[in-house]
């Protein structure tokens, strides 16, 4: 088996993939993003402090990493500008060995006043977006008409084809969404201010990736938001637009399936979802308070309140289908120390026929209600645990009866924020 491994949610994407990529970046070359923009937030805790990432792949605190974002990847260069000035802030200085994809689409204003904007008027049918553009600017890219990294090094072309496109949207925003129009004089001023800033660091990342292959190099592959958020497989409408399931990956970088060796699932302890969409498992009470306070699920993007539930096990089975993953690593089980017991989702019953679904579906989330199996609380503190064996019974119990409905092992156990804070059941490739 290769060495690489890909990192992913399994649910509705804040499952702590992050800190694990962090975790196991110490022993890898590069870390890739492959998808999304700077809808993602990826908390890390070093030390005790709090650095949350957006677009950079967070493998890139550890100073000998090499950082790629790919062309899967929407990116704000304004965005990317403040978060490499953030990290050196704190002393990480990446410029040195952070790559982007001249393939990749560019965020601008436009896409963010056009999601916005569409937002604003769906109103109750609103998606519940980060508000970052993300939907508009895969659009364009679709659409055959986004301005890409690459176009920044042309200032003559981009000019031309910016005053095009703001054209095309100001049509839309002003008389259709009756919004204010956009500069593209403006725009083109502030991408000439920050061109230079990343103008080196713009390369055929794909080439680069295939070298690192060749020279057996070690290569993380991190994705953001989650299987159940994925534009193909998700609970569409209420998705994202990028592909973030296993083959994001291969349309998104340019490496071919034989070079994923090891597909790791993150998965939350219970679930958390955050915008409008199905939500099977979803509590509506105190264990709701419970878990947003215990597990502070408010968003590291927007600050909404996450709406939480139980542990839902179709939904994962359908992730260890839709991404073959090799194994799961549970994150936050220590949010759970406290209750009294605990609920996983095993199958789903009709409302109406009392017909049992075992199988996730995407277009039967609305009749359905979960059936639960209760586990006995642990009731113990788990929190930095760092050996299985030193985990309550009860804990034990509950990622072994995981690890049966997923029918993959549990090879990772995260019992808090610090990148110390984790359980490797398995030793990895190490
Ligand atoms: P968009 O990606 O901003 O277009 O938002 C589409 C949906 O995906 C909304 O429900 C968002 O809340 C959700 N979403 C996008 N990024 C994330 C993330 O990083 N974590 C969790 N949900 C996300």
């Not at 502030?190 to 690192?212: P, Y």
């Not at 291969?250 to 409008?276: F, Q």
């Not at 096990?313 to 017991?341: F, H, P």
């Amino acid at each position: 088996m290769n060495k690489n491994i890909v990192i992913l949610g399994t649910q509705w994407g804040d499952e702590g993939k992050g800190k694990i990529v962090d975790f196991l970046s110490s022993n890898s070359a590069y870390v890739v993003r492959y998808h999304g923009g700077h809808n993602a937030g990826h908390t890390l805790v070093v030390n005790g402090k709090k650095i949350i990432l957006h677009l950079i792949p967070s493998g890139l605190l550890y100073p000998n990493v090499i950082g790629i974002i790919s062309n899967g990847v929407v990116i704000s260069p304004f965005e990317l500008v403040k978060e490499i000035e953030m990290l050196e802030k704190n002393n990480y200085f990446i410029n040195e060995r952070l790559f982007i994809s001249e393939s990749a689409p560019l965020i601008l204003p436009y896409h963010i006043a056009m999601d916005l904007a569409r937002e604003k008027k769906l109103g109750i049918n609103a998606i519940g977006t980060t508000g970052r553009g993300i939907g508009p600017a895969y659009e364009d890219k679709i659409a055959r008409r986004a301005l890409r990294i690459g176009d920044l090094k042309n200032t003559k072309e981009l000019s031309i084809k910016l005053e095009v496109i703001v054209d095309y949207y100001n049509n839309q925003l002003v008389s259709f969404y009756k919004q204010k129009s956009i500069s593209y004089k403006e725009i083109l001023k502030d991408l000439l201010k920050v061109k230079d800033l990343i103008f080196n660091m713009i390369k055929d990342t794909s080439t680069i990736l295939h070298k690192a292959i060749k020279d057996k190099k070690r290569i993380i592959f991190e994705g953001a938001q989650g299987t159940l958020l994925d534009i193909d497989h998700g609970t569409y409408p209420y998705v994202t637009s990028s592909s973030s399931t296993t083959g994001g990956v291969i349309t998104g970088t340019g490496i071919g399936p034989k070079h994923l060796g090891y597909v790791l699932g993150i998965t939350k302890a219970y679930t958390t979802r955050v915008g409008k969409g199905p939500f099977p498992t979803e509590l509506f009470d105190e264990i709701d308070n419970y878990l947003s306070k215990k597990g502070k699920e408010f968003g590291s993007t927007t600050g909404r309140k996450r709406r939480t539930g139980w542990l839902d096990g179709v939904a994962l089975r359908y992730a260890v289908k839709i991404n073959s993953l090799s194994a799961l690593c549970i994150t936050k089980l220590d949010v759970l120390d406290d209750l009294e017991e605990i609920k996983i989702c095993i199958s789903y019953k009709d409302i109406n026929t009392s017909k049992i679904y075992k199988d996730f579906s995407v277009f039967n989330l609305e009749n359905i209600t979960p059936v639960y199996e209760v586990h006995p609380g642990w009731k113990e503190k788990t929190s930095g645990i760092k050996r299985i064996e030193d985990l309550p019974e009860a804990a034990r119990n509950y990622i072994k009866r995981i690890e049966e409905i997923a029918q993959i092992p549990v090879d990772i156990i995260s019992t808090g924020p610090d990148r110390s804070d984790t359980i490797l059941v398995k030793t990895l490739f190490f």
